[in-house]
């Protein structure tokens, strides 16, 4: 019995211990280190500081530019009261930085002219409106970032420029935000996440710069005007601006618009986009579901970017430059207020992927002469349309491109320049009674004119068959009831290409015959698990990586696969050699790697035809508008 009441007496004296260590040492510590902390000092060559340990109060006192002799010279101490006096004229930075005990209100002198960076980073236990004096100029980046007590902004009537997140994440800065005439520069993400903020953002006509992410996700809830005088405004600028209103005007002095500018915000009235603009970037006005009215792209802009315009519902209509020569993908998809004819620009070589898919345009579908390709889903669920006149320039229409187009009626004719029609190219087109293709036809994939239920006769010109799915197969190409007519000794564009998979390589035109020069196998982890579609006429014919194999396939059949070693360390263009591997037409000799426009990685393919002339063809994993863009594109 007494060795069990020792036991316990010990328990108990051990968790006491733990305790003491827990709690009691780190107030000896607290205590210990503000014993530690100096308590007067200078701080510029006329400024001195004084704090007092009893009450907490840190004194500034004296006149001019302050200079600190540390980095985060007071960041350490608890204050409960700051007193700066009228003479001091800066605050050094990081003099207060991530000082979560600086408290109370922040009173700043009238004789002061700029706060450094990072001068009040993360005190978050400031509170009450954070007032600059109107002597105040410049505002240090950084500066009163994460700063979240603060009620309100109130800025200097004399500021010229406002650094790099400097009121970043003021999550409880409420009300109007007025910023001076004089003002002239933005930092980027200047008041990012002031999610508080209401009323109409102004912004002043001295502004000659305004940095990315500025206002992005801020509160206002009025209108926004932009200066005359801006010639670009970055991306995501004033993005996710959900609660902003009114007319959107962009000023005749703006050339280019980045990413992102306006995605996600909320204006419900007109866009004006000025003569003189000359790009859009991917996604600038993405999600503004709520602008109205005619869509009109001057014909000065030569670039809009990917999804620029995506689930912008409340469009009625769409005029495009006269200059532009791409359609980049998901552009206007699911912009399903537009609707009336669809003109396009004589000059246009690419409509990219799901670019108009879910658009509500009426009438008969006329594409440009010198339109190259159509790309997958570009046209998706846009049943208004009643007729499709295709030019002899196409080379390929991709996969879904006109799929669940129920409009379209009648007869179609594919020119003798399409070499290839994708998977489910034109599903539920239930409007269609003919196909005539052109003489160069070289696949038609699966489910191609699948639940087009009038469609009764389907015929080939030329002297092959093009590889298509049949009865017998999953997923046919046309349906059962259709008559399909190729001419008579007409051969198997499939049973071709079985027998071209085992063949040598012819050598090329003018080759010595001697040996293909040695080239080292190279890998990189960023090939794993890519799909590379071919470019221009190999629009059918897909290389597939898994990290260590690469898999052909044309028309969605299997064609061969070759396994590789990996060399994960090679960051320059990676070399592939796959001498001898049959791809539709011919064998690909050699594979160059790069990364290319945005997220397109390329596999460019030196390929050797059977009639021993070699072809340069682009395997991409973006949409074919890629191919066509030059460095200065997104």
């Known amino acids: 019995m007494k060795r069990k009441s020792e036991k316990r007496i010990l328990v108990i004296l051990g968790v006491m211990v733990m305790l003491f260590g827990l709690f009691?040492?780190?107030?000896?510590?607290?205590?210990?280190?503000?014993?530690?902390?100096?308590?007067?000092?200078?701080?510029?060559?006329?400024?001195?500081?004084?704090?007092?340990?009893?009450?907490?109060?840190?004194?500034i006192s004296g006149s001019g530019n302050m200079v600190t002799t540390d980095r985060f010279m007071w960041s350490d101490y608890p204050i409960r009261r700051l007193e700066i006096s009228e003479g001091v004229t800066s605050i050094a930075g990081e003099a207060f930085y991530s000082n979560h005990r600086l408290k109370g209100q922040l009173k700043l002198p009238d004789s002061l002219k700029s706060i450094g960076e990072f001068a009040f980073y993360g005190c978050d236990s400031l509170t009450g409106i954070l007032e600059l004096p109107d002597s105040v100029e410049t505002v240090g980046s950084y500066a009163f970032t994460r700063c979240k007590g603060f009620s309100g902004i109130r800025l200097s009537a004399s500021l010229r420029s406002?650094?790099?997140?400097?009121?970043?994440?003021?999550?409880?800065?409420?009300?109007?935000?007025?910023?001076?005439?004089?003002?002239?520069?933005?930092?980027?993400?200047?008041?990012?996440?002031?999610?508080?903020?209401?009323?109409?953002?102004?912004?002043?006509?001295?502004?000659?710069?305004?940095?990315?992410?500025?206002?992005?996700?801020?509160?206002?809830?009025?209108?926004?005007?932009?200066p005359e005088g801006l010639t670009e405004i970055p991306y995501n600028c004033f993005g996710s601006c959900e609660a902003l209103r009114g007319d959107l005007r962009i000023p005749s002095t703006v050339r280019s618009i980045g990413e992102s500018a306006f995605a996600g915000s909320g204006f419900d009235g007109k866009l004006t986009l000025p003569e003189g603009?000359?790009?859009?970037?991917?996604?600038?006005?993405?999600?503004?579901?709520?602008?109205?009215?005619a869509l009109d792209i001057p014909d000065s802009v030569t670039f809009v970017g990917e999804a620029a315009f995506q689930s912008d519902e409340a469009f009625t209509g769409l005029r495009l430059p006269e200059g532009l020569t791409l359609i980049c993908e998901n552009t206007f998809r699911n912009c399903g207020g537009m609707?009336?004819?669809?003109?396009?620009?004589?000059?246009?070589?690419?409509?990219?992927?799901?670019?108009?898919?879910?658009?509500?345009?009426?009438?008969?579908?006329?594409?440009?002469?010198?339109l190259r390709s159509l790309g997958r889903g570009c046209f998706t669920g846009c049943g208004g349309f009643t007729g499709v006149e295709l030019p002899d320039t196409l080379e390929h229409i991709k996969a879904s491109a006109f799929s669940d187009c129920t409009g379209l009626e009648g007869s179609l004719r594919i020119p003798d320049s399409v070499c290839s029609v994708g998977r489910s190219a034109f599903y539920g087109c239930g409007g269609l009674t003919e196909v005539r293709f052109g003489e160069n036809m070289c696949s038609v994939g699966k489910a191609a004119f699948r639940n087009c239920g009038a469609l009764k006769s389907v015929s080939f010109a030329g002297t092959l068959t093009p590889d298509y799915y049949g009865r017998e197969e999953k997923d046919?190409?046309?349906?059962?009831?259709?008559?399909?007519?190729?001419?008579?000794?007409?051969?198997?564009?499939?049973?071709?290409?079985e027998n071209g998979k085992t063949a040598p390589a012819p050598e090329p035109e003018g080759s010595d015959g001697g040996a293909a020069k040695e080239m080292p196998y190279l890998w990189t982890d960023g090939l794993k698990y890519d799909e590379f579609r071919g470019g221009g006429i190999y629009a059918d014919v897909v290389l597939s990586f898994d990290g260590a194999n690469?898999?052909?396939?044309?028309?969605?059949?299997?064609?061969?696969?070759?396994?590789?070693?990996?060399?994960?360390?090679?960051?320059?263009?990676?070399?592939?050699?796959?001498?001898?591997?049959?791809?539709?037409?011919?064998q690909i000799r050699e594979l160059r790697f790069r990364t290319g426009y945005n997220r397109d990685r390329q596999l460019t393919a030196e390929l050797v035809c059977d009639d021993g002339e070699v072809r340069r063809v682009v395997f991409h994993t973006g949409s074919e508008e890629s191919l066509y863009m030059d460095e200065d594109s997104e």
């Open 277 to 293: 603009l000359e790009r859009i970037g991917r996604y600038a006005f993405s999600y503004c579901k709520n602008l109205g009215g």
């Open 162 to 226: 406002i650094g790099d997140e400097t009121f970043a994440e003021l999550e409880s800065a409420a009300g109007s935000l007025v910023l001076p005439e004089g003002l002239e520069t933005i930092g980027r993400s200047a008041f990012y996440k002031c999610a508080a903020l209401r009323g109409d953002l102004i912004l002043p006509d001295s502004l000659t710069g305004v940095g990315s992410y500025a206002f992005n996700q801020c509160g206002f809830d009025g209108v926004l005007r932009l």
């Open 339 to 370: 609707s009336g004819p669809l003109e396009l620009p004589a000059g246009l070589l690419v409509i990219g992927d799901e670019a108009f898919a879910g658009c509500a345009f009426t009438g008969p579908l006329a594409l440009p002469g010198g």
């Open 550 to 586: 690469l898999r052909i396939t044309v028309n969605d059949r299997e064609m061969g696969e070759i396994s590789y070693t990996a060399d994960p360390n090679s960051y320059e263009e990676q070399v592939v050699f796959t001498e001898g591997f049959y791809c539709r037409d011919g």
């Open 476 to 497: 046919p190409s046309f349906p059962e009831e259709c008559r399909v007519d190729a001419l008579p000794g007409a051969g198997s564009r499939s049973e071709a290409w």
């Open 24 to 59: 009691g040492c780190g107030k000896i510590r607290n205590h210990q280190q503000a014993a530690k902390l100096a308590d007067k000092g200078i701080c510029g060559e006329n400024l001195t500081w004084e704090y007092d340990k009893r009450t907490q109060t840190l004194r």
